[in-house]
């Protein structure tokens, strides 16, 4: 009788070792999955290191209100964002 009390007891501890020793024993190692994804990583880290160094390298332009791709840029902005300018239409007269 004092045996299957104690193993009520370990009950949690061996679930969990006969569900984990599966995945030990036919898991691929580490090694086996970075030689399968090598090109993905050396890719992956290729272009954060360009988009870093073309971010660090790039001339900002000075924002001026003469700019017309800054003008335009600033317009697209402001109708996405639910503020669009006020467009003046002419009217002309019928003389």
Request: charged share 15%; aromatic share 10%; no cysteine.
């Given at each position: ?57 790039s001339a900002h332009s ?34």
């Amino acid at each position: 009788m004092e045996i299957p009390q104690k193993l009520l007891k370990l009950k949690h501890p061996i679930i969990l070792a006969l569900s984990l020793l599966p995945i030990i024993l036919f898991a691929p190692s580490f090694l086996t999955v970075l030689t399968y994804f090598w090109p993905l990583l050396l890719s992956t880290a290729l272009f954060l290191v360009s988009v870093i160094f073309l971010g660090k390298t790039s001339a900002h332009s000075a924002a001026s209100d003469s700019d017309p791709v800054d003008k335009a840029g600033q317009v697209l902005l402001d109708y996405v964002s639910g503020e669009p300018t006020q467009l003046t239409v002419d009217t002309y007269k019928a003389e």
